[in-house]
């Protein structure tokens, strides 16, 4: 995969650049602010972007606007969101155009090379992948539950779709058949009132309904 890499930590940065390079992938740019990134990523068009959230000048959400920004600019760029902390702006407009290849990662995650690295192949493979942490904080908005007719399993499944599992993991982390979840996922998608339209577009607009919720 052709990678570019966004952190405005030079150990943190070349880190990255290291275990991304060891595992398989080309690192195309490495950059440490958010107008670098948009140009690095028209430059090179690369597969995946990984993002730090906070950058120069203000180091509060420059990362995000500029990820925003690249799946605006660059449709097909996969974005991997790196973040010490949750930052809820511009976090909706990040996910909401339902086409999936987005993740969003608390950067404790990284110290977890095999989870990152997976979250990457996941997000890069067009799934959206959240960390938990991430989820509960966009959860907690007040607002009208609209996924409040599933059941409490068809919730766990929808949770686990949400953090980018497949049928497959979510089934062993469950431990039913991939049958099951795949009846599971169906019952969520009619009670979401989601008509066909590809299943993996459905996932995301299911994923998206569940954090609104």
């Known amino acids: 995969m052709r990678v570019v890499v966004a952190e405005d930590s030079v150990l943190l940065r070349e880190g990255i650049v290291r275990l991304l390079a060891e595992a398989g992938h080309e690192v195309v740019a490495a950059v440490g602010d ?43 760029t996969r974005v991997l969101v790196l973040s010490q902390y949750v930052e809820l702006a511009y976090a909706d407009e990040l996910l909401a155009d339902g086409r999936g290849g987005v993740g969003y990662l608390l950067k404790d995650t990284v110290v977890d090379v095999d989870g990152f690295l997976d979250a990457l192949a996941r997000v890069g493979a067009g799934a959206t992948v959240l960390d938990p942490q991430v989820i509960s904080q966009l959860m907690l908005r007040g607002r009208r539950d609209p996924v409040q007719e599933l059941t409490p399993r068809e919730r766990e499944v929808l949770e686990l779709m949400a953090q980018g599992w497949s049928n497959t993991a979510i089934g062993r982390k469950l431990v039913v058949s991939d049958g099951a979840v795949e009846k599971h996922i169906g019952n969520i998608f009619t009670k979401l ?17 569940y954090l609104r919720s």
């Open 34 to 76: 958010g107008p670098a990134l948009v140009a690095a990523v028209a430059e090179h068009t690369p597969d995946a972007a990984v993002v730090d959230v906070r950058m120069p000048p203000t180091h509060t959400d420059e990362g995000l606007r500029a990820a925003v920004r690249v799946r605006r600019d660059t449709p097909g």
């Open 193 to 209: 009132g989601l008509a066909p339209d590809g299943d993996q577009h459905r996932r995301v607009l299911a994923v998206l309904a």
